[in-house]
């Protein structure tokens, strides 16, 4: 499964950004989609995820000021980000887990798109 993240960029704080990840390949199901952000010189965290029944997760960092959701139609997972501060900076990477049917049967996987970028400045 391959994950494509978009929509970084340079914003100020108190702005707003949408990211979104494009999901493609062959898969049975996608149980959980997720983001997670590294910020320089940090560990990667989890920030938000959703799962296939619509259950959100939000680090309490973010909550009431960013929304998880995800279009199955368009195979797509998004991030709306608002109230944006500098803190928020950080590369920004999508995540899919779910399982994949192969010749040995049905497999888990564990994938992930490229980061995207979201710098706040002050």
């Known amino acids: 499964v391959q994950l494509q993240a978009s929509g970084g960029g340079l914003v100020q704080a108190g702005g707003f950004l949408r990211l979104s990840c494009a999901y493609s390949g062959s898969f049975l199901e996608i149980n959980t989609m997720g983001w997670y952000r590294q910020p320089p010189g940090k560990e990667r965290e989890l920030v938000a995820d959703?799962?296939?029944?619509?259950?959100?997760f939000y680090a309490d960092s973010v909550k009431g000021r960013f929304t998880v959701s995800r279009d199955n139609a368009k195979n797509t997972l998004y991030l709306q980000m608002s109230s944006l501060n500098p803190e928020d900076t950080a590369d920004y990477y999508c995540n899919a887990v779910g399982l994949i049917r192969t010749v040995w049967g049905d497999q888990p996987f564990n994938s992930w798109g490229q980061g995207t970028l979201v710098t706040v400045s002050s």
């Open positions: 959703i799962n296939t029944g619509g259950s959100t």
